[in-house]
């Protein structure tokens, strides 16, 4: 249906670094359809980053993670009352290709599309779509969520789409601890051990760059490393702690973003600020390189269908190189 008012559902639930590097496609979709009713059903801890987002109409959160903890059967009844409560939908999108998104689409009311049988991450995730798209998973990831996105609604877009964006999120005002001179931050967590650059890399980083480094902690865990860092450190500080909302507003006032393969790191290039990425386990399939966005991979090599969690390479990544590199993107 090509109607201007059609309404829209995307699921993309998690990760928050996938999440960041989806909502690209809303600015695709509203210059083709500005007038399009678009719904975001996103995984309840990430949701905060979506709500109030100015090109959609709501972000519907879901509870899937707190059901999961609970195992509570009222929480799972009444999630599901609310998905088949929700208006019919002219085009329902899993962006994920897993089975819980896919599950998702299945409570909603319309035609859905997704990722094919070779395409999803979870091949029985196909079952549940009406129409499908052939998108190899070793593909670009920004370039497959807005492809499964674009075809499902019949857009056609070329990477100047992309690589034109505006800023993907608001900015608010600059901090306090960001007034003055440039800064750099500093993301030194990650979802698995394996893709942390070491702290005492980090150290010997943040001691020879030219200007503050900001230390982006989002666990007790990793606040002891950032204060661990920050102790023997004359130019690193450690970050207060911050919302989705507050953390992608600090990161897009900072001028340069140094850090491991998730969602913090990957802001950056949403809110259109210079990056480097640092890679071990995955490769720079996870971002969309541009001038001021750039990758630097350790010595491993990578098969992105069998990861490797055991891969700890990236300590190999020598500081020097990332310097270099820093001193050229500020």
Same mark, same amino acid.
């Given at each position: 249906?090509?109607?201007?008012?059609?309404?829209?559902?995307?699921?993309? =639930?998690?990760? =928050?670094?996938?999440?960041?590097?989806?909502?690209?496609?809303?600015?695709?979709?509203?210059?083709?359809?500005?007038?399009?009713?678009?719904?975001?059903?996103?995984?309840?801890?990430?949701?905060?980053? &979506?709500?109030?987002?100015?090109?959609?109409?709501?972000?519907?959160?879901?509870?899937?993670?707190?059901?999961?903890?609970?195992?509570?059967?009222?929480?799972?009844?009444?999630?599901?009352?609310? &998905?088949?409560?929700?208006?019919?939908?002219?085009?329902?999108?899993?962006?994920?290709?897993?089975?819980?998104?896919? =599950? /998702?689409?299945? *409570?909603?009311?319309?035609?859905?599309?997704?990722?094919?049988?070779?395409?999803?991450?979870?091949?029985?995730?196909?079952? *549940?779509?009406?129409?499908?798209?052939?998108?190899?998973?070793?593909?670009?990831?920004?370039?497959?969520?807005?492809?499964?996105?674009?075809?499902?609604?019949?857009?056609?877009?070329?990477?100047?789409?992309?690589?034109?964006?505006?800023?993907?999120?608001? &900015?608010?005002?600059?901090?306090?601890? &960001?007034?003055?001179?440039?800064?750099?931050?500093?993301?030194?967590?990650?979802?698995?051990?394996?893709?942390?650059?070491?702290?005492?890399?980090?150290?010997?980083?943040?001691?020879?760059?030219?200007?503050?480094?900001?230390?982006?902690?989002?666990?007790?865990?990793?606040?002891?490393?950032?204060?661990?860092?920050?102790?023997?450190?004359?130019?690193?500080?450690?970050?207060?702690?911050?919302?989705?909302?507050?953390?992608?507003? *600090?990161?897009?006032?900072?001028?340069?973003?140094?850090?491991?393969?998730?969602?913090?790191?990957?802001?950056?290039?949403?809110?259109?600020?210079?990056?480097?990425?640092?890679?071990?386990?995955?490769?720079?399939?996870? /971002? *969309?390189?541009?001038? /001021?966005?750039?990758?630097?991979?350790?010595?491993?090599?990578?098969?992105?269908?069998?990861?490797?969690?055991?891969?700890?390479?990236?300590?190999?990544?020598?500081?020097?190189?990332?310097?270099?590199?820093?001193?050229?993107?500020?």
């Amino acid at each position: 249906m090509n109607s201007p008012h059609m309404r829209i559902a995307i699921v993309r =639930l998690s990760a =928050l670094g996938d999440i960041v590097n989806t909502a690209v496609v809303l600015q695709i979709i509203r210059h083709r359809y500005p007038d399009a009713v678009i719904d975001w059903y996103v995984e309840e801890a990430f949701a905060p980053i &979506l709500t109030a987002h100015p090109l959609l109409n709501s972000a519907i959160s879901v509870p899937l993670k707190k059901m999961k903890k609970t195992k509570s059967l009222h929480l799972l009844h009444s999630t599901i009352h609310e &998905l088949k409560s929700r208006p019919s939908y002219d085009h329902i999108i899993d962006a994920q290709g897993l089975l819980k998104s896919a =599950l /998702i689409t299945h *409570f909603l009311k319309g035609k859905v599309h997704g990722f094919d049988r070779q395409s999803a991450r979870e091949k029985i995730a196909a079952w *549940f779509y009406d129409t499908a798209s052939a998108i190899p998973y070793e593909m670009n990831v920004i370039k497959r969520n807005v492809l499964v996105i674009t075809e499902a609604l019949g857009i056609t877009y070329d990477e100047n789409d992309i690589i034109n964006k505006k800023p993907l999120f608001e &900015l608010h005002e600059k901090p306090e601890s &960001l007034k003055g001179e440039k800064n750099i931050a500093c993301v030194i967590g990650a979802s698995w051990p394996s893709k942390c650059y070491p702290k005492e890399h980090f150290l010997t980083l943040c001691d020879v760059l030219p200007y503050p480094c900001h230390l982006i902690w989002g666990s007790e865990a990793e606040r002891d490393d950032a204060q661990w860092i920050a102790e023997r450190s004359h130019n690193a500080h450690v970050a207060p702690k911050m919302s989705l909302r507050e953390l992608i507003s *600090f990161i897009g006032h900072c001028d340069l973003t140094i850090g491991n393969d998730t969602g913090p790191t990957h802001m950056a290039w949403a809110m259109n600020r210079a990056s480097i990425t640092l890679f071990g386990p995955t490769n720079e399939r996870m /971002i *969309f390189p541009t001038a /001021i966005n750039i990758g630097i991979k350790s010595p491993s090599s990578v098969n992105i269908l069998k990861i490797n969690r055991d891969d700890f390479s990236i300590r190999e990544i020598n500081p020097s190189t990332i310097l270099q590199k820093a001193k050229e993107l500020l």
